[in-house]
């Protein structure tokens, strides 16, 4: 029997056993209602909400202190002596190493194309809100972290959770508290295999081999996918190995270096057609506000925007706290403050260039997507490039190589921390995990496992229920740790030397083993 074959038949009996559940929960978690004829998913609705919440209740604190939030990252605020694994810089990056990805190529291209061009509009909205959210939970995980006796740092909703609700609520939410910790590491855990691995290795393999003779090319055959395969697991599994510090180590020059690559791809279509800017621009806005616009008018734009930077940004689905909780830090809200830059980064910046770049070049896989002709994704994209650079599907190639590499590698270690959580934090555990994982990224480039996949995204957003509901509940704490920052932000100002009591005001949790 052919290894295609065998991937095959794998791929039909998962799909058989795992789709009834992936509907019966995708059915539930991505529900959605019907408002003046558009669909409005429910869970977009909660994280959209959040981020209103949030960003009232800190008085625009992603406005207000977004330069501070700047300063942090560039270490102005930094303390040498501070407990953690990581500096700011390497903390963010990091974490936009996981949510950067193909929702930025592709992601943005479909919701240009079902929302329009106003769906952009939209997006940026729903980034700008989402930062206020990062910020609460980011804050909370430097807040309730852990500090092992070899130097290394646990933190997440399976931290903060237990711990924030034990504080303020004392043994009821403490036990509550327990329950949604398992709960959110099994789901961490189940997405990071899934759709934080597999999906992004399979999705890179895919655009490899469309760029190298397709099917019959030198990628196309079971034998290039297994030989692809092995030597992404075996990149992922070295950088693995050495732990946070290793991991963002790498993605402190990757991300920097596919953004890079990205934005400036994007800048030179938009300079060859800068007199279509105005234009374009005019056809975002004109486009969001438009009752006669695709998908439902207002409503529908807004919906398809604010669906695409939520599932692209992740603020309030609790992931990003656990690389930001390894950062060198004494005070929980830098951090926080850091934290808000990444949804700025993500979707005001990279979807925002992908959409202007599609709007302004206008391919024409964009028009026959947007009139039903073919459902578009990184061709769209790739194809709006090309109006101007002929050859970047080859670059476009690198950088979705460069998203998918880091994001498997931000994967890894949330998981490896979920798993932790549930199986413990020995030397075998751990090796038992990181073998696991680097299998998954082999299987990645061989298999499709798209019923999984989809799993895997509803058992993701079950935790922001969980998660924002913990947030809520917790604010008061952030608003506390923020006032604390800030007096020591004066201080430092002024001269002093801490603002709050220095080395004694490390809240963070030391663990005993």
């Known amino acids: 029997m052919s290894l295609d074959s065998i991937t095959e038949n794998i791929d039909e009996s998962v799909s058989g056993f795992f789709e009834p559940i992936a509907d019966w929960l995708g059915g539930i978690v991505f529900y959605s209602v019907t408002i003046a004829g558009a669909e409005v998913p429910l869970i977009v609705t909660w994280l959209a909400l959040a ?15 977004f330069r501070l939030a700047v300063d942090v990252v560039r270490g102005k605020y930094d303390d040498k002596d501070s407990a953690g694994e990581v500096n700011h810089f390497q903390a963010l990056t990091a974490a936009v190493s996981g949510t950067v990805g193909l929702g930025n190529i592709a992601g943005v291209a479909v919701a240009v194309s079902i929302g329009g061009a106003g769906a952009t509009f939209w997006m940026i909205v729903c980034g700008l809100l989402g930062m206020a959210t990062k910020f609460v939970e980011v804050t ?24 924030g609700l034990a504080e303020r609520f004392g043994k009821n939410g403490k036990s509550l508290g327990k329950v949604l910790a398992v709960l959110a590491s099994i789901m961490i855990l189940f997405f990071g295999l899934f759709g934080g691995n597999l999906f992004q290795v399979n999705q890179s393999y895919a655009q490899l081999v469309s760029v190298t003779g397709g099917e019959d090319g030198a990628m196309g055959s079971s034998g290039g996918a297994l030989f692809f395969g092995i030597l992404v697991a075996a990149l992922v599994g070295i950088v693995l190995l050495g732990g946070i510090r290793s991991i963002a180590s790498v993605t402190s020059r990757l991300v920097p270096a596919m953004a890079g690559i990205y934005i400036v791809a994007c800048l030179v279509v938009i300079l060859v057609n800068v007199t279509a800017v105005p ?35 992740e603020a309030g689905i609790g992931s990003a706290p656990i690389a930001h909780s390894a950062v060198k830090t004494k005070h929980p809200a830098s951090e926080g403050l850091v934290a808000l830059l990444e949804p700025f980064i993500d979707t ?14 206008n391919p024409a896989s964009w028009g026959e997507a947007r009139d039903g002709e073919s459902i578009g994704g990184v061709t769209i994209t790739s194809d709006a490039f090309e109006t101007v650079l002929p050859w970047f599907p080859y670059i476009l190639t690198i950088a979705v190589m460069l998203f998918a590499i880091s994001t498997v590698l931000t994967w890894g270690y949330y998981g490896l921390k979920a798993w932790t959580h549930l199986f413990g934090r020995s030397r075998t555990s751990e090796t038992v995990y990181k073998s696991l994982y680097t299998l998954f990224v082999v299987a990645g480039s061989l298999l499709t496992l798209e019923t999984l996949i989809s799993l895997a995204d509803a058992v993701l957003f079950t935790l922001a229920v969980v998660n924002i509901i913990g947030l809520y509940l917790l604010a008061p704490v952030v608003k506390r740790e923020l006032n604390s920052f800030l007096e020591y932000v004066r201080v430092r100002k002024e001269g002093g030397s801490d603002g709050t009591g220095g080395d004694a005001d490390d809240e963070t949790t ?3 083993v």
């Open 140 to 163: 909370l995980g430097v807040k309730y972290r852990e500090v092992h006796a070899d130097g290394t740092v646990s933190g997440g909703p399976m931290h903060y959770l237990p711990k």
């Open 51 to 65: 981020g209103l919440v949030f960003t009232g209740w800190f008085g625009f604190v992603q406005v207000r202190k």
């Open 348 to 361: 005001v910046i990279i979807c925002t260039m992908t959409a202007l770049t599609i709007v302004i070049a």
């Open 279 to 313: 234009a374009a621009i005019g056809t975002i806005i004109e486009g969001a506000f438009n009752p006669e616009g695709v998908a439902g008018g207002i409503l529908g734009a807004l919906i398809i925007g604010f669906q695409r930077a939520a599932f692209s940004n």
């Open 510 to 512: 030391k663990a005993t």
